[in-house]
């Protein structure tokens, strides 16, 4: 189960939120699950809330601070705007630029999309296991904080989940203890995990996962008109660049190629030896902001070091050369169309010779998403996330070789056999291992496979048609006329990059 915990000081408006139609119109059935006896009293569980419902519920729970006129606020640092990191003073302690109110506790539960729903009645269990465990609740009344639990359909991801309020001011006016609450929520969320028999994370069963987005990432998404956010618009492309790339100096310049900014980080008191690296998409949309990643946060095996290992650190010198002289150069980029390159042919050995693993095909998808789905992600990209979690002899390279010159063309024949192959190999590391050692998550991507096979087979009806109409219109006799009405049919199988 995933918490996210967020702290704010709108009560009214946070309830208008989760009862409204969402930012993509995504909420449905918004109804009340569980909450504070003044709450369950005013409105019973399951019953459908309107704005004036969320407006009064808002009330019930803000009645505290009001009455005891309790501040709670939480203190603002400043920031380093290109990094993102806290500025410290002279002594190593972080800045304070002043404080915000927090009297608003936020907390979304989420079981993996996978799971399927959860039913109401159990959600009201784990929301008061839950406000318990955090210690909302107390037994005798007058240190409790009043709650309301909010569920309003699945997430675009289809993870079903519920909302918790919590105010932070309790009924004796006292403030909340919120104290390490992000640390406390997942240990909660691990103990409700057993309790009430939910599928554990894949992070938490084999100690590797991949970075969530927050609600601000994926708001900062929205006003953008960005299908992704950052976080996950870069894990795609830097995914795409290692399919493509023989060395890690080919992968950052592939990733550049991308549109993906990189620096390098060095370590502490040089600027010639280099630690790992930062990569941003830059400003994207009408926000200015820039905003920069540690690809090890992004997915731990995309740390630099790991990077060279990938490639048996072969030359890594020129790597590491490569990364210092885009220290402090001037990165701006016109607005053009970005270079997708072919795949590499060290995976495409690889992929021919079966001797491929779920971090491969991660890359590939990846890299095929970028060539179908373009600015819109969908199946491809989700194979290319689900087996990177996952991932946390000789073969046939004559044909490998020939299906890479396919890639330099336009017709698509090489980007359909390589979707073909991948899921065949996907099938094949399914049944051999997946399904037996992880049955959920290989349940998953056979349906996402089956989707992806959908998708080819259709593009590989698009090409024939095509190349069926060309063959018929070569024979037809030559007629100077042309059709100036008859807009361009670029088709998905070009290689000419995608618009960022």
């Known amino acids: 189960m995933i918490p996210n915990v967020v702290r704010g000081g709108r009560m009214a408006g946070l309830m208008n939120y989760l009862v409204g139609p969402g930012r993509a119109n995504e909420h449905e059935n918004q109804r009340l699950i569980a909450g504070d006896d003044r709450v369950t009293f005013a409105y019973s569980p399951g019953v459908e809330l309107s704005k004036y419902a969320a407006f009064e519920i808002a009330e019930i729970l803000d009645a505290p601070r009001k009455l005891h006129g309790t501040s709670v606020v939480k203190p603002v640092y400043a920031k380093d705007e290109e990094t993102g990191a806290f500025l410290k003073d002279e002594n190593g302690k972080k800045i304070r630029t002043g404080s915000k109110d927090a009297h608003v506790w936020h907390c979304s539960l989420a079981v993996e999309a996978g799971y399927g729903s959860v039913p109401d009645e159990q959600w009201a269990k784990i929301a008061g296991s839950f406000v318990e465990k955090m210690g909302f609740i107390d037994p005798d009344g ?219 095909l991660a890359n590939v998808y990846a890299r095929l998403s970028l060539q179908f789905e373009r600015n819109k992600p969908g199946t491809f990209n989700q194979l290319s996330e689900s087996y990177a979690r996952a991932a946390q002899g000789g073969g046939n390279v004559r044909y490998a070789a020939r299906l890479n010159e396919r890639f330099r063309s336009d017709r698509g024949h090489g980007w359909v056999a390589l979707a073909k192959q991948a899921g065949r190999l996907g099938r094949v590391m399914m049944q051999n291992h997946l399904a037996t050692d992880r049955p959920r998550f290989a349940a998953g991507v056979d349906r996402l496979i089956n989707d992806a096979e959908n998708i080819v087979n259709a593009e590989m009806r698009r090409i024939q048609t095509q190349e069926a109409q060309k063959v018929n219109a070569s024979k037809l006799p030559h007629v100077p006329y042309r059709d100036w009405n008859a807009g361009a049919h670029p088709g998905l199988g070009n290689d000419q990059g995608y618009e960022r």
């Not at 309301?148 to 997430?155: D, L, Y």
């Not at 927050?214 to 929205?222: I, L, T, V």
């Open 142 to 360: 007058a240190k409790s904080s009043r709650w309301v639990a909010v569920h309003h359909g699945a997430s675009k991801n289809g993870n079903d989940h519920i909302h918790l309020v919590v105010s932070m001011v309790r009924e004796d006016g006292t403030k909340a203890h919120t104290h390490n609450d992000f640390y406390r929520a997942q240990v909660a969320c691990r103990e409700l995990e057993v309790e009430y028999g939910l599928p554990r994370l894949e992070s938490q069963e084999h100690g590797q996962g991949l970075a969530g987005e927050k609600p601000a990432e994926r708001a900062r998404a929205a006003r953008g008109n960005n299908a992704l956010s950052d976080k996950f618009e870069l894990r795609r492309r830097l995914r795409a660049a290692l399919s493509t790339a023989n060395s890690a100096e080919e992968y950052v310049r592939h990733a550049q190629d991308l549109g993906v900014r990189i620096a390098p980080s060095f370590k502490p008191g040089s600027t010639m030896e280099v630690r790992g690296y930062r990569v941003s998409l830059g400003a994207r949309g009408n926000d200015s902001t820039t905003i920069w990643y540690a690809p090890s946060k992004l997915d731990s095996t995309l740390a630099w070091n790991d990077i060279h290992a990938r490639f048996g650190n072969k030359d890594r010198a020129a790597g590491d050369a490569y990364l210092v002289s885009l220290h402090s150069s001037n990165q701006t980029r016109e607005h053009r169309k970005a270079v997708a390159r072919p795949i590499s042919e060290q995976q495409l050995e690889r992929m021919m010779s079966h001797k491929t693993g779920p971090d491969t």
